[in-house]
């Protein structure tokens, strides 16, 4: 079956690599793009949709027009910028997610990737090596909607038979577009001041353990778990997945090693400190591994080369 993927969100972290990666398999004409606003440098062969997920109509006329086989709805705000807007925040994460769970049923449209996140879990769930069932009671708006919206999804699977398939993604860490207002983004930041300015101040706490992922390991864990067969999906809410857990003074131990001059500080009273400890520290992805295979390529060592080395690349 020819496959057309339509990816809605397509401008941010996650979404700008995962159409560099769909468009290699695919092909870039059975690749639509779409998002809130135009992306900047849209090549000839990339076709993109301007659209707003919370416009239901708009939205219905591009599924009918494009005719998707699977959907990518990666449009929502995250938990640093949800703290200062939560109405905002729960309007376009859980009424995005509805308005396609709904046409896709109406359009028949069965095959959705919908990501979850690590915010998922809360103050009272185990800290590390916090397993996929365990007590969850996020407490910020992002992890709270996100939390509703995994278990929308196993609800249009189970009810329904959608298709629907989703990761609880740790912080991901990226060179080539930077993340949009997360907890996380310390990680991501830290690299590009290291580069700029020898030095980087960081919001987190230095102790402060966090999951996090390198964009490579996070658009092939994507692509493989949609790759896999349905029957094998024995997760329905989303997967836990366990990347790499470190604090703000590992990585910058490790950044040191690359750029001996680099200088951290941190700042105390950041909101997102509260966030981050209310999140794990580390992650049981025992479910991924056994269901669709899943093994982490990237360690820090390797990711923090790996960025330095591209970062610097692009600068040149
Ligand atoms: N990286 C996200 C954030 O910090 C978590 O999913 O909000």
Request: charged fraction near 15%; aromatic fraction near 8%.
């Given at each position: 079956m020819k496959e057309t993927i339509l990816i809605i969100g397509s401008n941010g972290q996650i979404g700008t690599e995962l159409a560099i990666a769909l468009r290699k398999k695919?092909?870039?004409?059975s690749v639509i793009t779409s998002d809130i606003r135009k992306p900047e440098?849209?090549?000839?062969?990339e076709i993109f949709e301007q659209v707003n997920v919370l416009d239901k109509e708009g939205l219905k006329s591009l599924f009918v027009k494009h005719q998707p086989t699977q959907i990518y709805l990666l449009a929502a705000m995250l938990s640093a910028v949800g703290e200062q807007y939560p109405q905002k925040a729960w309007d376009l994460n859980m009424n995005g997610l509805l308005n396609v769970l709904d046409l896709c049923l109406v359009l028949g449209i069965k095959k959705v990737f919908w990501p979850s996140s690590i915010?998922?879990?809360?103050?009272?769930?185990?800290?590390?090596?916090?397993?996929?069932h365990c007590i969850m009671d996020p407490n910020s708006i992002y992890g709270i909607s996100k939390l509703a919206g995994e278990r929308l999804c196993e609800y249009y699977h189970t009810k329904y038979g959608l298709d629907i398939r989703s990761i609880r993604y740790p912080g991901v860490i990226s060179w080539k577009t930077v993340p949009g207002?997360?907890?996380?983004d310390y990680a991501v930041h830290i690299f590009f001041e290291a580069l700029a300015k020898g030095q980087y101040s960081s919001?987190?706490?230095?102790?402060t353990a966090l999951p996090m992922m390198y964009m490579e390991d996070a658009v092939r864990a994507t692509i493989q778990l949609m790759d896999?067969?349905?029957?094998?999906?024995?997760?329905?809410s989303s997967y836990n997945l366990a990347g790499v857990s470190f604090t703000p003074a590992m990585l910058a131990q490790e950044i040191k090693k690359i750029l001996p001059n680099f200088e951290m500080s941190y700042i105390e009273g950041d909101p997102r400190q509260a966030i981050a400890d209310s999140w794990p520290q580390s992650i049981n992805d025992e479910y991924a591994r056994k269901d669709w295979n899943w093994s982490l390529t990237f360690d820090l060592p390797t990711m923090t080369k790996d960025m330095i080395d591209n970062l610097k690349n692009k600068q040149a």
């Open positions: 695919f092909g870039a004409s440098n849209l090549q000839s062969d915010a998922v879990f809360g103050p009272h769930s185990p800290k590390s090596d916090t397993p996929q207002g997360g907890t996380t919001f987190l706490s230095a102790d896999a067969p349905s029957e094998n999906i024995t997760i329905r």
